[in-house]
């Protein structure tokens, strides 16, 4: 129960939330959304039909389950419609880079140890450390946003306070 009050919260939540992509972004969560439709939710049904057909549904821990899973799923495409009906792709060709915003690949240096990232800033959905896409709304990235090339970013991060100086910034 309280995974779905959660799903409901983050949906209402999210209801008026723009929220900028890139075009591949925005198709992977298309194509995710028609997963959902296409094979998740007749699955679903399949298990609450058999489910159904034997016997006695009070005491059916396996109709109850497929129940739940089946409000859980309808929840998260829910979730999903209302993202991709607030979503934005970003036109990279008409952005400034003097600033670092979303969809800028920005290269910074950890000023303690002097280690060099970088990392493209990104929407949450599509954050992926290992192709070096950092979401918006980690706190490394709502660090970096709207700061310039020399700018130092102070970070809280679970470990403590981290300095990043901006090297650059692309699109």
Do not use: C, W
């Not at 880079?97 to 959905?125: D, P, W």
């Not at 918006?136 to 709502?142: A, L, M």
């Not at 970096?144 to 130092?152: R, T």
Request: charged share 30%.
């Amino acid at each position: 129960m309280g995974f779905l009050f959660f799903d409901i919260y983050h949906y209402l939540k999210t209801m008026s939330q723009i929220n900028y992509y890139t075009e591949e972004g925005l198709k992977k969560l298309k194509s995710e959304l028609q997963h959902m439709k296409s094979v998740e939710r007749p699955s679903i049904s399949k298990q609450i039909a058999e489910a159904r057909d034997k016997g006695d549904l009070s005491e059916n821990a396996e109709y109850d389950a497929a129940k739940e899973a089946q409000g859980l799923l309808e929840a998260r495409i829910a979730k999903l419609e209302t993202v991709i009906a607030n979503a934005r792709i970003v036109d990279e060709s008409q952005m400034d880079t003097s600033k670092a915003f979303i969809l800028s690949k920005v290269e910074i240096k950890n000023t303690a140890n002097g280690r060099v990232m970088k990392y493209q800033l990104v929407a949450e959905n599509e954050a992926d450390l290992k192709a070096q896409k950092l979401s918006v709304d980690s706190p490394i990235g709502k660090g970096i946003l709207g700061k310039s090339v020399g700018d130092i970013a102070e970070i809280q991060i679970p470990s403590g306070l981290v300095k990043f100086e901006i090297l650059s910034i692309t699109r």
